[in-house]
Nanobody, 114 residues
């Protein structure tokens, strides 16, 4: 059974930083492109960053850094200078590089507020 578990979300003040983690199990992690998405209340889920199977960043928004360690079956999202507009539930997604089969985590809440 596939599990993607996000962690690291919290309440942070504007200008602060956070590092989110996504731990994967039940898949051959190195065969999956990985991505971070977020969904704010009343808005559509949007892509934040994407990294391919070998760790090359394919897309990333400003102020964010995506990384992965295939030996640890883990992906991270480093976020800096967070602003209230960054408030959202952050999700990780695993997408099999050949078949396109995709899995989502349950999300972790990031709230940026003073």
């Amino acid at each position: 059974q596939v599990h993607l578990v996000e962690s690291g979300g919290s309440l942070v003040q504007p200008g602060g930083s956070l590092r989110l983690s996504c731990a994967a199990s039940g898949i051959i992690f190195s065969n999956y492109n990985m991505g971070w998405y977020r969904q704010a209340p009343g808005k559509q889920r949007e892509l934040i960053a994407r990294v391919n199977t070998v760790g090359t960043t394919e897309y990333v928004k400003a102020r964010f850094t995506i990384s992965r360690d295939n030996a640890k079956n883990t992906m991270w999202l480093q976020m800096v200078n967070l602003q209230p507009v960054d408030t959202a539930v952050y999700y990780c997604k695993a997408e099999q590089a050949v078949s396109g089969a995709a899995y989502w985590g349950q999300g972790t809440q990031v709230t940026v507020s003073s």
